[in-house]
């Protein structure tokens, strides 16, 4: 748990205005099927989208970004550069920190790599393996701000509205809930070690 502790996880996730994907149940009376209550209007695309990107540790949530188009390497190193190395210069001043990250393509660019080789004495990398069970912790968060975000009424309008909102329930997320997030991490692998392979309940 002391290593599972130090680790900064990161991830990057998309949020629509509308949420288009997935069905929604009407329940109407026969003859109602035209009714504006029985009815939804459809944005194409669903009407523009942010990509926040988020890191926590057990210890606090560190900083997050909103992208306001697809991920580049280029966006990506000046996240790294700007906002997460100063913070875990600060809260790992010895160097003892771990910093999480996928294998998507801008992850993996060789202008990223080459960044993270020449601050391997301010951080530790974590190896991530391709084709791996997704075991970042940092999905179950995306899915309750997901949650958070549909719950509310009226819907975001506007761009600038669904970046308001995100941000708001990022900083509110409950320590709690990121800590036990990180506490099961011990469990989570044990759990894919004995699937061999197969499905496990994360």
Not at 48 to 70: D, H, K, N, R, Y
Not at 148 to 160: F, H, N, V, Y
């Amino acid at each position: 748990m002391d290593e599972w502790n130090r680790v900064y996880w990161s991830d990057e996730s998309r949020f629509l205005i509308h949420h288009v994907d997935g069905l929604v149940r009407v329940r109407r009376l026969p003859g109602e099927q035209l009714l504006p209550s029985c009815t939804a209007g459809h944005t194409q695309a669903g009407g523009g989208s942010i990509m926040p990107w988020g890191t926590f540790s057990w210890a606090a949530l560190g900083p997050v970004v909103v992208v306001e188009q697809t991920m580049k390497a280029a966006n990506y190193l000046n996240i790294i550069a700007d906002q997460l190395h100063p913070y875990m210069a600060f809260v790992f001043p010895t160097g003892n920190g771990i910093f999480q990250q996928d294998n998507s393509p801008c992850h993996k660019a060789r202008i990223v790599l080459e960044w993270f080789e020449e601050h391997t004495d301010e951080f530790q990398l974590m190896s991530w393996p391709p084709n791996s069970p997704d075991l970042n912790p940092m999905e179950h968060i995306w899915d309750v701000m997901e949650r958070q975000l549909r719950a509310q009424t009226p819907p975001s309008p506007k761009i600038s509205t669904l970046r308001d909102r995100c941000l708001d329930i990022w900083y509110n997320l409950s320590p709690v809930m990121y800590q036990k997030l990180v506490a099961s991490m011990p469990t989570r692998v044990a759990a894919v070690l004995q699937a061999k392979e197969g499905a496990t309940r994360y």
